[in-house]
């Protein structure tokens, strides 16, 4: 979804805050991001874990995502003085809070995930007309 198309609450007072919650929104309704704290949830992962356990993520977006999380506050990056260095990547207290508020929409998606499937083939087999 395009940063433009999402709806930002009218108490946001000026346009700084509008745009700053724009961005907050773009972050935080990533599928990239949702996946990575969804794995960061039990603990400390390195970065080829992460990869692994995410799986259909490249490496340049799981590294673009992990910089703007990180960038954000929402995760940490620990390095190891290690030969080869060990990077650990682990939520922050705010990255727990974004898990703890995601739980109810992970809920709401496996809820419905048959009806969501099954207005998708409807939508497929019998398209609008233009």
């Known amino acids: 979804m395009a940063i433009a198309?999402?709806?930002?609450?009218?108490?946001?007072?000026?346009?700084?805050?509008?745009?700053?919650?724009?961005?907050?929104?773009?972050?935080?309704?990533?599928?990239?991001?949702?996946?990575?704290?969804?794995?960061?949830?039990?603990?400390?992962?390195r970065y080829g874990e992460l990869h692994r356990d995410i799986g259909n993520i490249s490496q340049r977006m799981l590294t673009v995502t992990l910089k703007g999380l990180t960038a954000d506050g929402l995760v940490s990056r620990t390095v190891y003085p290690a030969i080869p260095p060990r990077v650990d990547y682990e939520l922050t207290e705010l990255g727990f809070s974004l898990h703890a508020s995601l739980i109810p929409v992970r809920d709401w998606a496996s809820k419905n995930i048959h009806a969501i499937s099954a207005s998708r083939a409807t939508t497929r087999s019998h398209p609008a007309k233009k």
Do not use: F, Q
């Open 5 to 45: 198309h999402i709806a930002v609450p009218k108490h946001a007072s000026c346009n700084h805050d509008r745009k700053a919650m724009l961005e907050v929104l773009a972050r935080v309704g990533d599928k990239w991001t949702i996946m990575i704290v969804a794995a960061l949830s039990d603990g400390p992962m």
